[in-house]
């Protein structure tokens, strides 16, 4: 109930107001070019900077798996039919990108050619018949109702992430009961866990103890502790964590694997009762995994592997080697 308030707060009510309203005198209240601060234009411009990345990031998400892009059984009923007269939030995204013209010159001056330009948002996907949305414009709700809820930090680029292997896990629950209210848990969960990770998509405060520079300096030395001749060939060849323990860290490995992989380490990494200081170990075991190769490499060639070590370790050897070096 306390979620579906937010979405007619933050999104049913805004969209119903997206025409600007004439008083009684017959002049416009409000309208795009008001420079009141106050003025419902400048708020809902300052959410569509927000809400173009949101949607660009959920369209993509997990590519490899359709089910982003397949149908909802739930969809939110006040915003999905076209009678409904809400302005959805994809169709605020397509409205705020604007048609552009070429310019060309010839031997008698130049002269404007008006070809749109104009983005197709839908060109890659199937457009769904009115009544339904995908499960990715559900995740896009998710992430603008928290944006909306925390100004502070809004939206950050890899939230998505985040909160899809959330989504995708209620939403395929067994139990239909459980799957009806998939959106507003997913939320809740989701937020509960940026409260814990949150400082690693705050920029200024990467440099502090509790910001991702302090987390990957941890990382290190715990590759420095249980296998000092890595931890030298990685100073040698100047493989900076930065480079890829920032993405393993900030994202909770969630782009390293396979969907069904990443599941099976959040649960490891969520049963942590120290609060995700497993997760420097499953990196730290990650590294190890594939010593011999970085021992013998250069740096391109190590780069190339760390990026991609999904595909050059085996993920039970590395939690079990992981568990092994955290009892120590």
């Not at 991702?212 to 290190?220: A, E, N, T």
């Not at 100047?238 to 390293?256: C, G, N, V």
């Not at 997760?279 to 590294?287: E, I, K, R, T, Y």
Request: charged letters at 25%.
């Amino acid at each position: 109930n306390l979620y579906k308030q937010y979405i007619d707060e933050m999104i049913i009510l805004p969209g119903k107001k997206t025409k600007s309203k004439e008083s009684a005198s017959g002049q416009l209240e409000d309208h795009p070019l008001n420079l009141n601060p106050d003025s419902e234009w400048s708020g809902t411009f300052r959410d569509n900077e927000q809400l173009i990345q949101i949607d660009k990031d959920c369209r993509r998400l997990c590519p490899d798996l359709s089910f982003f892009q397949q149908a909802t059984d739930f969809p939110c009923e006040e915003l999905v039919h076209s009678s409904s007269n809400v302005e959805t939030l994809h169709k605020r995204v397509e409205q705020c990108v604007l048609q552009s013209e070429t310019v060309a010159k010839n031997r008698m001056g130049t002269y404007y050619n008006t070809v749109s330009k104009k983005r197709t948002l839908n060109e890659q996907y199937a457009v769904l018949p009115d009544g339904k949305e995908a499960h990715w414009e559900v995740v896009e709700r998710i992430l603008f109702v928290y944006a909306k809820l925390n100004p502070g930090l809004g939206y950050v680029q890899g939230m998505n992430e985040i909160l899809g292997p959330i989504y995708y896990t209620f939403a395929t629950d067994p139990d239909q009961d459980c799957r009806e209210f998939a959106e507003a848990d997913s939320f809740f969960c989701f937020t509960s866990l940026m409260a814990e990770i949150r400082d690693f998509f705050i920029k200024t405060l990467d440099d502090s103890q509790y910001g991702i520079g302090s987390k990957m300096c941890h990382l290190m030395e715990l590759v420095k502790q249980f296998d000092r001749p890595l931890w030298q060939s990685l100073q040698d060849q100047e493989l900076k964590p930065q480079f890829y323990a920032f993405r393993w860290i900030t994202l909770l490995l969630s782009q390293e694997f396979e969907l069904p992989d990443v599941l099976r380490i959040w649960d490891s990494l969520f049963a942590d009762s120290n609060r995700f200081e497993f997760l420097h170990f499953v990196c730290c075991a990650m590294l190890m995994s594939v010593r011999n190769e970085l021992l013998r490499g250069d740096f391109p060639n190590s780069m190339k592997l760390v990026q991609n070590t999904s595909s050059s370790i085996d993920l039970e050897q590395v939690l079990t080697k992981a568990r092994e070096l955290y009892s120590m």
